[in-house]
């Protein structure tokens, strides 16, 4: 797709969504490539134009320069930030929030501690996103292993055939001790996610290096 078309696509996506406010974020597009720069009201909004951007067909990789901007007056403490954390991961029944530790620095809520599943992971990241006064947040926290390699291989494969919206054969599954390697090749930016999406919502995954390439 022409970067001039592919830019007026991403600005409609962006106006179409009910949860960003477009007046203050600027698209730029090389080759396929977003930046995203400007500011808007909340770290969840941020969150959402970057989701926005990765479904517009064509793009092929984001550079995410978008700054969180809070009026003074609605500022938050690092302390009442880090309270109300705490307080949303015991909420969360999907959330074991006992293997979970919190740190706030001016914002930015750092997540640390281990899971067993990546789900659970996103979950607290996603939790995270909803407080006010949060900039951004680091999530490092760790999966827990031990599932042998070969059907963790075996899963991913098999999840990746399953659905009809990855062609499967064109992807290829290294697995390593719980390190997951997606190589191969995808026609959009959506069927890299969700081959990606497939290769961690199997146990035992710790990480995962996406080196799909979109064509």
């Not at 006992?98 to 001016?106: A, D, L, M, P």
């Not at 899971?115 to 996103?122: A, D, S, T």
């Amino acid at each position: 797709m022409d970067d001039k078309f592919l830019r007026q696509a991403i600005i409609d996506e962006l106006d179409f969504q009910p949860n960003i406010d477009p007046a203050h974020i600027g698209v730029a597009v090389e080759a396929g490539v977003v930046t995203l720069t400007g500011h808007v009201g909340s770290y969840a909004e941020k969150f959402a134009a970057e989701e926005a951007v990765k479904h517009v067909k064509g793009v092929k990789a984001i550079a995410q320069n978008i700054e969180v901007r809070y009026p003074n007056d609605k500022k938050t403490s690092d302390d009442e930030i880090a309270k109300r954390a705490i307080e949303i991961l015991d909420w969360d029944v999907s959330i074991p929030s006992e293997g979970i530790q919190v740190k706030v620095q001016k914002g930015w809520i750092t997540l640390s501690g281990e899971v067993e599943w990546h789900h659970q992971k996103l979950a607290a990241e996603s939790a995270m996103r909803k407080l006010s006064g949060v900039m951004g947040v680091f999530n490092q926290i760790l999966i827990k292993s031990g599932i042998e390699s070969g059907d963790v291989k075996k899963r991913i494969e098999e999840a990746l055939k399953r659905n009809a919206e990855v062609e499967a054969e064109q992807i290829h599954v290294f697995v390593s001790k719980g390190a997951v390697t997606l190589e191969g090749k995808v026609k959009s930016w959506y069927e890299r996610e969700l081959a990606e999406r497939a290769a961690w919502a199997v146990r035992g995954v710790q990480t995962v290096t996406d080196r799909i390439q979109i064509s």
